[in-house]
């Protein structure tokens, strides 16, 4: 997990869920070109901008998704969280972010609603404060914003 360095400012966890470690080679007309580094590089930025630690994590387990979230429970402030394909099924992962009462916003590079049948169940965002999606990378910046929005 990296992590900016000034310790005073609010700490977000940002979580990429599976498959997201192949950004930019994956899919690109789906997911853009920009890899996971220079995704992570840009939330970075952003939360500069707004005044926040960031702590990125990405993993293709499930358990270790909720693992992180469990361990980040008493030093992050929210979260925000591409679940990838867990999102129409982890009940596991809706469960842990429900259980720590993080604010978290679920966000998605594609259009999660035009895409197939399947895609556009979403088990997460029930418990999220809200989902943002279609936008590119930019999901995750705006995900960002409406959390620190929220925070403040």
């Keep these: 997990m990296t992590k900016s360095k000034t310790q005073t400012e609010p700490f977000i966890l940002v979580v990429h869920g599976p498959n997201l470690n192949l950004l930019g080679e994956r899919e690109p007309e789906i997911y853009g070109s920009l890899t996971l580094k220079e995704l992570n590089e840009r939330i970075v ?3 500069r901008s ?3 630690r960031i702590g990125c994590f ?7 998704i909720i ?3 469990h ?7 929210g979260m925000v969280i591409n679940p990838g394909a867990f999102t129409h099924y982890s009940y596991a992962i809706r469960d842990a972010i429900s259980a ?8 998605h590079l594609s259009d999660i609603q035009q895409r197939e049948e399947f895609r ?6 029930p418990v999220c404060i809200g989902q943002i999606s279609g936008k590119g990378y ?10 620190v929005e929220y925070l403040r």
């Design 100 to 107: 720590v009462n993080l604010p978290c916003v679920e966000v």
């Design 120 to 125: 556009r169940i979403s088990v997460i965002a």
């Design 71 to 77: 361990g980040q429970r008493h030093s992050a402030a």
């Design 58 to 64: 990405q993993s293709n387990h499930e358990g270790q």
């Design 67 to 69: 693992d992180t979230i």
């Design 45 to 47: 930025s952003k939360a």
């Design 138 to 147: 930019e999901s995750y910046l705006l995900g960002l914003e409406k959390l």
């Design 50 to 52: 707004l005044g926040v």
